[in-house]
């Protein structure tokens, strides 16, 4: 099964990519953790991401969709989940061929739904694991009092410098700017589901296993 999460930045869909990740043994195609990979990895589209990326040159999307290609062509395991991409209409149109091309399909793209104020409220304060991801909060999920993460036992945290409500707004901007056209090209498609993506993790969960499953 193959999934796109969309949703504006701090809507949850990395935290719902790892709990998919662990619970349908998914593999999930982040494009910045792809791109990271891919400069250490020696391979001939590793060193063309590298040069690129050392030049401070944008990495193109001919470079993304041959990452997606290569990990397409590798084990497949329960599917994957496309996390960050694609952004654009233009990339949407990109993957659809590299699928077809490949005798994949795309079985659901689930909108994590939010709304501004609430997200904002939701991004400030909030801090994640150095060592795992989990994320806190201050107010919601604070970091445990013997400074431990619940999950892997870590010690360090960190707060991305752009967590700040100007920021934010600004990110916001751009998606809604870039990406939100996204959520029309796929519900024309008919391949558009959504979900409260400000409703408890536990719940969230829950909803796109239901869209999952049915």
Do not use: W
């Not at 993304?64 to 960050?84: A, M």
């Not at 994949?104 to 694991?129: H, M």
């Not at 604070?142 to 892997?152: L, Q």
């Amino acid at each position: 099964m193959n999934i796109i999460l969309l949703g504006p930045p701090g809507a949850g869909k990395g935290t719902q990519a790892r709990k998919l990740v662990e619970d349908r043994d998914m593999i999930q195609l982040s494009t910045g953790d792809m791109l990271r990979e891919a400069r250490t990895s020696g391979t001939e589209m590793g060193q063309i991401v590298a040069e690129v990326m050392d030049s401070g040159k944008l990495v193109t999307d001919e470079i993304v969709i041959g990452l997606i290609r290569e990990k397409l062509e590798g084990d497949k395991k329960g599917g994957f989940i496309f996390d960050g991409f694609p952004r654009t209409l233009a990339q949407a149109d990109a993957l659809e061929e590299l699928l077809a091309e490949m005798d994949e399909t795309l079985d659901a793209v689930i909108e994590l739904r939010v709304q501004d104020e609430a997200l904002v409220a939701r991004i400030v304060g909030r801090s994640t694991c150095g060592n795992c991801g989990e994320v806190y909060h201050d107010l919601t999920k604070p970091i445990p009092a013997d400074g431990k993460c619940t999950v892997c036992g870590g010690t360090e945290f960190k707060r991305r410098a752009d967590d700040n409500e100007e920021s934010l707004k600004t990110r916001l901007m751009e998606y809604y700017k870039q990406t939100s056209p996204l959520l029309g090209y796929y519900h024309v498609k008919g391949a558009l589901r959504s979900v409260d993506g400000l409703a408890d993790m536990r719940d969230v969960e829950a909803a796109i296993a239901e869209v999952l499953d049915a």
